[in-house]
């Protein structure tokens, strides 16, 4: 099992829709939580962190249960600007603060 | 600031060459993280250090060595290329374990 599993793509889906992401990660020990950007042949970029009361950015909002081990990320109004890889990342404070990266799932915004 | 730079951009090498990447960061980073990305795989870490003189292994070390000779530098050397090396490489840095990690843009490597 991996330890960071995230929904199947691709989204595809047109603009003003509302999509989710869900996340799920297989280590209790799990510290924080991120939710990164990639956009195609480009580096990953913070999107935002994950708290556990939940968080709002904007059209964003990211959502975290620990009990669950679920992490979930909601774009609200999409637009074609949003279409991009999403990257579900769990960090951990020893190993030298590792992170570990789900595969990524694809959103297409369409007009 | 630059951030964080990889040099370089692109390189193709043939089996059995060496070369080494480059990643320099300009934050006063303490950590420091190699990646390799690869379609399906999603990011993996190769090696990593947390602070200058210092490296450890991380997830799929096999095949490369690394040196933080100085903090701002980290360098990642693949003795002898193989074709299954032919990824996507990022170089990250981040201040403390709890902070996010910047990424610089990527190695793309071509081995054959």
């Known amino acids: 099992r991996k330890e960071v599993e995230q929904d199947p793509g691709p989204f595809n889906v047109p603009e003003g829709a509302t999509v989710a992401f869900n996340c799920t990660y297989s280590?209790?020990?799990?510290?924080?939580f991120f939710w990164y950007r990639q956009d195609c042949r480009k580096e990953p970029k913070l999107l935002m962190s994950?708290?556990?009361s939940g968080n709002e950015d904007g059209r964003f909002t990211a959502q975290l249960n620990r009990a669950s081990q679920y992490i979930s990320l909601l774009i609200r109004d999409s637009k074609l600007s949003d279409s991009a890889t999403y990257l579900c990342?769990?960090?951990?404070?020893?190993?030298?603060?590792?992170?570990?990266f789900g595969q990524g799932t694809e959103l297409s915004v369409k007009p | 600031n630059a951030g964080v730079t990889q040099t370089p951009k692109f390189r193709v090498l043939k089996t059995g060459q060496s070369m080494t990447l480059l990643c320099a960061q300009d934050?006063?980073?303490?950590?420091m993280y190699w990646y390799r990305q690869d379609p399906g795989m999603g990011l993996r870490l190769i090696h990593y250090?947390?602070?200058?003189?210092?490296?450890a292994k991380g997830e799929v070390p096999d095949g490369y060595n690394v040196s933080r000779l100085k903090k701002q530098n980290f360098l990642l050397g693949l003795e002898s290329a193989a074709p299954s090396q032919t990824s996507v490489y990022f170089c990250?840095?981040?201040?403390?374990?709890?902070?996010?990690?910047?990424f610089g843009p990527g190695t793309r490597l071509l081995v054959l």
């Open positions: 990250a840095s981040r201040r403390g374990l709890q902070e996010t990690q910047y």
């Open positions: 280590n209790s020990a799990s510290q924080s």
């Open positions: 994950v708290y556990s």
């Open positions: 990342v769990v960090n951990f404070y020893n190993q030298g603060g590792k992170l570990i």
């Open positions: 934050m006063n980073h303490e950590y």
């Open positions: 250090s947390v602070g200058e003189g210092t490296t």
